[in-house]
């Protein structure tokens, strides 16, 4: 098959407009998404020539006559466009007008794609018909969180001259963003669960004062009455943008490879992340035991003043990952701000003789701002950040809406560049503990990160383990659980070094052989990636699995 050829406009002069008045441009966060699968496109401006792509998102483009004509003669002469959100410059053009500012509520994709859980959106246009138009199909719903509203479609195909405009109504990127680091900094608690079950508003800012799912909405119960998250809305979301962006592609007798998620040799991924607080000796000498006896590798993230040297020599020899555990707890003498951060990184670094620690997770998810953090380890060699998680009995699972891997983006004062450093959010801790939840969630957990193929991610504190035999059993129950389900379990390092590793990677054709041409500095010989095929492709032949709800073909990367 012939690779498709995609454009993504990204309108420079209007993001720049944009900028300047302090206003944020989220759509940029698209090329994370596509990035991360290693989806083959090119970045074009707005006044660009568009007739050499098959296909055209729209990502960001201005409001004006020009803009909208050019976009408009590419589809007339038989494109195709795809915009989440936006378009606004041509929307009365194509007889439509706006039913209804941004809200939040639920979109209902079942009907056309691989959703059968209505998802979470943060913001949504959806337009109306003015008058009966012809060529115009309306797939999906969406409904106001609230119920204020309903019936909008959750996309619309415009059929306009030869080709067709795919618009959808809600604005994708901008939610995915919202569900993964808030809509806005962090600079006061958050709203606690109505039901006692998580008092965000104990006067310490976190990561998690600033979540945008609904306690009452968003929550289910185990069978022993544990309320989680259960839904990674985020990471469905980045599955939705992809699904039908293949789906389109196919329709037009093209495919696109991507890369798969993981190594050839890995089904699923799970890591475990202990936090030293209290410091005890013998809590990290029970901890080195389970682990061992269960032959797995977990990351230690140490807050002074640590433990003695023997312990670090110990956890070094069993193969586990020294990280660092930043502490601006006020109660506990603690200060935000990188110079506090620098010194305690400086002291872990010193005192447990390593160089080069990679990872951080700040003490009890402490959090302000938008991208102060994530400057922070920037500056600092830490690569990868783990602060986004729960710290409540009540608000475990996908609280943030993501068990990816992803690359944040910042606030408009640094142009929503991405940081450089890889968030590896994590999903509950201390399981059994006596004040938190219990190890019914396993199951749904595993089940949730599966479904996405993200990262497995239980925080179990060293000192828990120790005091409490329960929570030992529940950190045994969870390997044991995991591995019956294909996880392996992985360092926080060792996440980083693949995920970095297949961002190197980079799609460029598909020979006259069938052969998938790529380039890049491939340091590794276990890539594993995708064709898409479309049903009368779809032979007997080997290598065949689901990916997206589309049928792929699996290719393992040459080795050059």
Known sequence: ????????????????LQWSLGRNIFEFFLFEILDHFRLPYEKIDVFDEYDAFDVLIVNLSRDSVEASMKILDYVHSGGTVISYGGLESVRKKLGFSKMFDTQKGYADLSTFLNQSQPLRFLFAEPWKQDGDLVGVREL???????????????LQQVKYGAGTIERWSIAI????????????PVTEDGIAAPDGSANLDEGILKAEDGFELDWVLDRTLTETGMSYFPYPYADLWKEVIMEHLLKKILEKGLTVPFLDYWPANIEHVAMISHDSDLNVDESAQITLDTLKSENVQSTWCMIAPGYSAPIYEKIKKDGHEIAFHYNALEQEDGVWSEDAFQTQLKWIEKATATDNIVSNKNHYTRFEGWGDLFSWCENNGIQVDQSRGPSKKGNIGFLFGTCHPYFPIAWSDEKNRLYDVLEIGFLTQDLNHNTLADSSVIHPFLDGVKRVNGVAHFLFHQYHIYHQPKVQEAIIQLITTARGQ??????????????????????SGISHLGDVEVTGDVERNDFMLLIPLADEQITDEVGLVKRLGISCKQVKVKES
Do not use: C, Y
């Not at 098959?1 to 720049?16: H, L, N, P, Q, T």
């Not at 990127?173 to 680091?181: A, C, E, F, M, S």
């Not at 060792?494 to 980079?506: C, G, M, P, V």
């Open 140 to 154: 999906g719903s969406v409904v106001a969180e609230d119920k204020t509203w309903q019936g909008a479609s959750a």
């Open 173 to 184: 990127p901008q939610t995915i963003v919202g569900l993964q680091q808030g809509t806005l």
């Open 1 to 16: 098959m012939k690779m498709a050829k995609i454009g993504v406009v990204f309108d420079k002069e209007e993001a720049e």
């Open 486 to 507: 294909g996880f392996t379990f992985w360092t926080s390092k060792q996440i980083n070094d693949w995920e970095r590793a297949r961002r190197k990677l980079s799609i």
